[in-house]
């Protein structure tokens, strides 16, 4: 699923494709919707929270669309191209731009004011500017806890990780204190929406020596299965 700093750069390629603009065809290939047309209206923004995209339009409407692992937002010109066709979700195109959605895992519309039944039992988002990393977290496996989006939104499985490393917190067990570790993730997630890519210290790298103490990384299994994930820490600095 992708990271919360993932979804915000989706963001920012819709809003330079379509906002501002107005649609001069819209085809949304999901069955429930696929009466809706919102050729006509004017997109207003498009708004991520935590891993949601909510695409506005001056008709008081919302398409909201969820990425998960495989799904993608491809953007250009009007006369863009991409497939597989039957992977296609959503074709939104203007006179001069084009933004075509792949693989979505989700797609639906409704009342920008009822934006609430996709987001609203979400937790603070991490990217939110009015985040504080001070927020109170509940007595939780550390990595369990922030990978649940009721609780705190934005973070997979890559900056969980990175972030229980930087609090030296074992993954498997609650962590005191993560407001330090949290503004140092806020801060690395942000800089890749700016398109700095983050050096990792233990996501993906198993194997291989920890950044600080030298140990191998290892991996293993967090929260209950069907929904278990995989996270990453060093044994020595995690201990």
């Given at each position: 699923m992708p990271e919360g700093d993932a979804v915000r750069r989706s963001a920012i390629a819709l809003d330079a494709a379509l906002a501002g603009r107005v649609l001069v065809s819209c085809d949304i290939r999901v069955?429930?919707?696929?009466?809706?047309?919102?050729?006509?209206?004017?997109?207003?923004?498009t708004h991520a929270v935590g891993k949601h995209l909510l695409t506005r339009t001056d008709a008081g409407l919302t398409l909201h669309s969820h990425r998960r692992m495989e799904g993608k937002w491809v953007t250009g010109r009007a006369n863009l191209q991409?497939?597989?066709?039957?992977?296609?979700?959503?074709?939104?195109r203007t006179e001069a731009t084009a933004a075509i959605g792949v693989r979505l895992a989700m797609v639906e519309v409704a009342r920008t004011q009822d934006e609430g039944r996709w987001v609203g039992h979400l937790g603070p988002d991490i990217l939110a500017d009015d985040f504080d990393p001070g927020i109170a977290l509940p007595e939780r496996p550390v990595v369990e806890m922030l990978l649940d989006q009721r609780v705190l939104c934005g973070l997979g499985t890559m900056w969980a990780a990175e972030a229980a490393f930087l609090a030296r917190a074992n993954p498997w067990r609650p962590a005191s204190d993560l407001a330090e570790s949290l503004a140092q993730i806020r801060a690395e997630m942000q800089a890749s929406v700016s398109g700095r890519r983050?050096?990792?210290?233990?996501?993906?790298?198993?194997?291989?020596?920890?950044?600080?103490?030298?140990?191998?990384?290892?991996?293993?299994?967090?929260?209950?299965?069907?929904?278990?994930?995989?996270?990453?820490?060093?044994?020595?600095?995690?201990?």
């Open positions: 069955p429930r919707f696929a009466t809706v047309n919102l050729a006509g209206q004017t997109i207003r923004e991409t497939g597989p066709a039957h992977q296609i979700r959503v074709v939104l983050p050096r990792m210290r233990v996501f993906e790298r198993v194997g291989q020596p920890c950044r600080v103490c030298g140990t191998p990384i290892g991996s293993g299994r967090v929260g209950r299965p069907p929904h278990d994930r995989i996270t990453y820490w060093c044994p020595v600095c995690q201990a």
